[in-house]
């Protein structure tokens, strides 16, 4: 099988077809993964038949994997996320603009999902791109942004007060609370580790303040910049095939899991790979 790389969006994304993720990827291979990886932000495999631990072998030619502070994972498999939404369920996992876990001092470089059970209409997921927000923005906003700390933390979403607390109508676990309370500080403008590209390296979910301001004081201009860089010109919207694996940049993405499929299931599986400390 030879790899074929198909562009998707204009923002971001490419389907990568001639690859069987079930089996061990020769060093060429893996090679042009990580490259389209790096060119698209967020790639696609269709029809993959995988399980967990083929998931995870995956997962680990990219680096050590995530075991999240806060979710439950799938019984017996403790780097697997289990993201189900049953049909009575309201709340949906992921339904807002996030960078997976920048909570972390060290923010995780990608996620892999896998889609197990997805509904006959939406449950789409929108990935946008974060070098094409920061190159987008003034000279005048760059300069500004370049002496800034921002302030990540779990809180609003894990915390005993955070919204999967706060909603019965869930399936999934999450273990609340004071461990939430940890807070993680990263430039608001992030360099790219393998790229070299700067990008924007704030989102609504996790990201409450900049340093050595109040919430309120920071307010305004997170609100600017949440917004512009999650506008149309840097989204790339991805309608799902069942069996379908997605892999994301985490470093340098957010993306946002629509929650438009009441009283329909779907259901994914997340493998996380560990990243660095932002610079
Ligand atoms: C996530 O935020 O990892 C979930 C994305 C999705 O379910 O589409």
Redesign the pocket.
Known sequence: MSIEIEPLGAAAGARIHGVDLSQPLDEADFARVRRALLDHLVIFFPDQHLSPDEHKAFGLRFGTLNIHPHVKPLDGHPEVLN?VKEPDDRLN??GGWHS?MSFLDKPVLG?I?YAREIPRTGGD?MWANMCLAYDALSTGMKQMLAGLTAIHTAEDIYGAQGIYNNDDRRSMRTQAAEQASGRAEHPVVRTHPETGRKLLFVNEAFTTKFKGMTRAESRPLLDFLCQHATSAPFVYRHRWTENEVAFWDNRCTQ?F?LNDYAGQRRV?H?VTVNGDRPY
Request: charged letters at 20%; hydrophobic letters at 45%.
């Open positions: 993201i996992f992921g997976d996620s999902l997921t993306h899991a994914m997340r």
